[in-house]
């Protein structure tokens, strides 16, 4: 089955513990990006990758990384968390290009005290 | 820099009624227009796009949208709506001229009542 798999689903941490939300998609997709969901704004991009190794910014990429060492797997690193990184965050893959629909994991629900 | 309105937080229609979630962008270049549909609890679904060609594009669920270049919409419509399609729904463009950036509307709460 297709799908993009995150991990954790919910996760409550305090402030400053390094954490990590991996993100894996099998469907051979050169592009990944990770937004975050928070009430009233919508989707907000943080970062994007088009193939392996190559990353850039989005939207609100402050606090966060990230790496792409493999094409199937985009973790999402929040080296020192804050509280207001708490949020919903979701992972998307598709195929290369601006034309193609995003494929979304089920999302990762983020609470940092 | 590109963005997306959608102006009704909210949209409430009796089902059997037909429905319709607005959406107006901006961007650069020519647009290339989604929508997508999220239920509770999960990840956000592909309904439809706009790419080129035909200005009405036909997606999942029996819903459909219209772009309108002139007015820069790109609004969800759907002839009889069902109580399933409760949900929330995001419009979203993609520039031309930049294939990684996605953005987002703020989402429309689309309630179907009996």
Same mark, same amino acid.
């Given at each position: ?36 969901? #928070? ?19 989005? #939207? ?12 199937? !797997? ?40 | ?39 509770? !609890? ?73």
């Amino acid at each position: 089955e297709a799908q993009v798999t995150q991990n954790p689903r919910y996760l409550i941490t305090v402030t400053g513990k390094k954490l990590t939300v991996t993100c894996s998609q099998n469907m051979n997709h050169e592009y990944m990006s990770w937004y975050r969901q #928070d009430p009233g704004l919508g989707l907000r991009q943080i970062y994007y990758s088009m193939n392996v190794e190559v990353t850039d910014k989005g #939207d609100v990429p402050e606090g966060y990384k990230v790496s792409r060492k493999e094409k199937r !797997n985009f973790p999402l690193i929040l080296e020192s968390p804050s509280p207001n990184q708490t949020s919903l965050y979701f992972c998307a893959s598709g195929p290369t290009g601006n034309t193609g629909e995003l494929f979304f994991g089920e999302g990762s629900r983020l609470t940092v005290l | 820099a590109q963005s997306v309105a959608q102006p009704e937080d909210q949209v409430n229609v009796a089902e059997g009624n037909p429905l319709t979630v607005k959406c107006t962008y901006s961007v650069s270049g020519n647009p290339y227009l989604f929508w997508y549909v999220q239920y509770p !609890n999960r990840g956000l679904q592909f309904l439809l796009k706009y790419i080129t060609g035909d200005n009405l594009v036909k997606g999942s669920y029996g819903f459909e949208a219209e772009f309108n270049k002139s007015q820069t919409s790109f609004h969800l419509k759907k002839p009889s709506a069902l109580v399933s399609d409760s949900a929330l729904y995001f419009c979203a463009v993609r520039d031309v001229t930049n294939a990684g950036k996605s953005t987002f509307g703020d989402g429309t709460t689309l309630t179907v009542k009996p």
